[in-house]
């Protein structure tokens, strides 16, 4: 491994990584120095470090002098920040608010019925209600064993202008002074697009395993051996056996663990997790940094109680259709006063009903814990 992904590795160990939404209008208007007070408090209220331009802060669809505006206000803040590239929405079909770039497929329908945080973008990547699982998508669900939780769209092969933009997006990064990067899962060959990644930026990188196109064993350990891989995040939703197999994995080959699992938030740290990069800290970021907290200290009850807090939050954010879940945090991040409600909006996911609003600040309201102060959200190392 080389030095660089060795020190990210150490930095981030014991972490809490909030992965960042993006505030901005139904228009798809955003405000820097509204997302800079908003990634500040998420520092403030126990975020280690911020993974930015993800799919919860749907990185793939801003114009490229947002994306910079919101690395450097990020960066700004003194943290380990990691940067989300790749991704791209393609082919075209219509362009979304605020970026000109089109929108693919179910992207353009409102992203229904999948997606996760962190995670390779609905546009590229998630399902969508009633596709059938086929072509590659098929193929690596049968090479990983593992359960196939919601139908898949078919996709095609990563381009080379669509490599292009991600090797270009991560030099970009680097030159703004991130700490390394959050590479979306492709179609294509996963481990070219990851050495080109590093070969360009020097950055070191964060790989992915999300459940709507989880890695063959081989792929992953193709990545887990690149030198330029400090860890590897899991995000399989509700593959139990998928998500230890990746951690063990992980820690097999010396990189750093990471749970991106907001449903099996819990179980994944006594599976091995080392880290949390979690798209529920968008806004539930003390009640996420709670559950570290627990996890490193002797109590077994506190833990038990604070991952049942975190667990009715993630069932009332973390539900059906899945790509709403950007949504739910933003309208969470607006009830906890981190950002204005005109700017509580995803124009790149499904429409949801008013009534689920009030369901989830009511809910969250509930899963608070009774003091914020959890101190600094760090795992045993």
Same mark, same amino acid.
């Given at each position: 491994?080389?030095?660089?992904? %060795?020190?990210?590795?150490?930095?981030?160990? *014991?972490?809490?990584?909030?992965?960042? /939404?993006?505030?901005?209008?139904?228009?798809?208007?955003?405000?820097?120095?509204?997302? /800079?007070?908003?990634?500040?408090?998420?520092?403030?209220?126990?975020? *280690?470090?911020?993974?930015?331009?993800?799919?919860?802060?749907?990185?793939?669809?801003?114009?490229?002098?947002?994306?910079?505006?919101?690395?450097?206000? /990020?960066?700004?803040?003194?943290?380990?920040?990691?940067?989300?590239?790749?991704?791209?929405?393609?082919?075209?079909?219509?362009?979304?608010?605020?970026?000109?770039?089109?929108?693919?497929?179910?992207?353009?329908?409102?992203?229904?019925?999948?997606? =996760?945080?962190?995670? *390779?973008?609905?546009?590229?990547?998630?399902?969508?209600?009633? =596709?059938?699982?086929?072509?590659?998508?098929?193929?690596?669900?049968?090479?990983?064993?593992? /359960?196939?939780?919601?139908?898949?769209?078919?996709?095609?092969?990563?381009?080379?202008?669509?490599?292009?933009?991600?090797?270009?997006?991560?030099?970009?990064?680097?030159?703004?002074?991130?700490?390394?990067?959050?590479?979306?899962?492709?179609?294509?060959?996963?481990?070219?697009?990851?050495?080109?990644?590093?070969?360009?930026?020097?950055?070191?990188?964060?790989?992915?395993?999300?459940?709507?196109?989880?890695?063959?064993?081989?792929?992953?350990?193709?990545?887990?051996?690149?030198?330029?891989?400090?860890?590897?995040?899991?995000?399989?939703?509700?593959?139990?056996?998928?998500? %230890?197999?990746?951690?063990?994995?992980?820690?097999?080959?010396?990189?750093?663990?990471?749970?991106?699992?907001?449903?099996?938030?819990?179980?994944?740290?006594?599976?091995?997790?080392?880290?949390?990069?979690?798209?529920?800290?968008?806004?539930?970021?003390?009640?996420?940094?709670?559950?570290?907290?627990?996890?490193?200290?002797?109590?077994?009850?506190?833990?038990?109680?604070?991952?049942?807090?975190?667990?009715?939050?993630? %069932?009332?954010?973390?539900?059906?259709?899945?790509?709403?879940?950007?949504?739910?945090?933003?309208?969470?991040?607006?009830?906890?006063?981190?950002?204005?409600?005109?700017?509580?909006?995803?124009?790149? *996911?499904?429409?949801?009903?008013?009534?689920?609003?009030?369901?989830?600040?009511?809910?969250?309201?509930?899963?608070?814990?009774?003091?914020?102060?959890?101190?600094?959200?760090?795992?045993?190392?």
């Amino acid at each position: 491994m080389h030095i660089s992904a %060795q020190t990210l590795r150490d930095r981030l160990r *014991g972490s809490l990584i909030a992965a960042a /939404a993006t505030p901005m209008t139904a228009d798809g208007e955003v405000d820097l120095d509204l997302v /800079a007070r908003y990634l500040a408090g998420l520092v403030a209220d126990g975020a *280690g470090a911020l993974a930015v331009l993800a799919h919860t802060g749907r990185g793939p669809f801003l114009a490229p002098e947002i994306r910079a505006g919101v690395i450097e206000r /990020a960066v700004a803040l003194g943290v380990p920040v990691l940067v989300g590239v790749g991704g791209h929405p393609t082919p075209p079909n219509r362009a979304h608010p605020a970026t000109g770039h089109e929108a693919t497929g179910h992207a353009a329908a409102g992203h229904a019925a999948a997606g =996760h945080e962190v995670t *390779g973008h609905a546009a590229a990547g998630h399902a969508a209600a009633g =596709h059938e699982v086929t072509g590659h998508a098929a193929t690596e669900h049968a090479a990983t064993g593992h /359960a196939v939780t919601e139908p898949m769209a078919t996709e095609p092969m990563v381009t080379e202008p669509e490599a292009e933009r991600t090797v270009a997006e991560a030099r970009v990064a680097a030159g703004l002074g991130a700490a390394g990067v959050l590479v979306f899962p492709s179609a294509g060959d996963r481990a070219a697009l990851h050495d080109a990644v590093w070969r360009a930026s020097g950055l070191p990188m964060i790989a992915f395993d999300l459940y709507t196109r989880p890695c063959p064993p081989a792929v992953l350990g193709a990545l887990l051996a690149h030198p330029g891989v400090a860890g590897l995040k899991t995000a399989l939703l509700s593959d139990a056996m998928g998500c %230890q197999q990746a951690i063990a994995l992980a820690r097999r080959a010396g990189r750093l663990a990471i749970t991106g699992e907001d449903r099996m938030f819990g179980p994944s740290l006594l599976w091995g997790a080392e880290a949390a990069l979690v798209g529920i800290a968008a806004a539930g970021v003390e009640i996420t940094a709670a559950v570290l907290d627990a996890f490193r200290g002797s109590d077994l009850r506190a833990f038990e109680e604070a991952s049942a807090r975190l667990d009715r939050l993630a %069932q009332a954010t973390f539900t059906d259709p899945m790509e709403g879940y950007v949504q739910r945090m933003l309208w969470l991040a607006a009830a906890e006063g981190r950002i204005p409600g005109a700017y509580a909006h995803d124009p790149y *996911g499904p429409p949801l009903p008013e009534e689920e609003r009030a369901a989830v600040v009511r809910h969250a309201g509930r899963a608070r814990p009774e003091s914020s102060d959890q101190g600094d959200a760090k795992l045993a190392t």
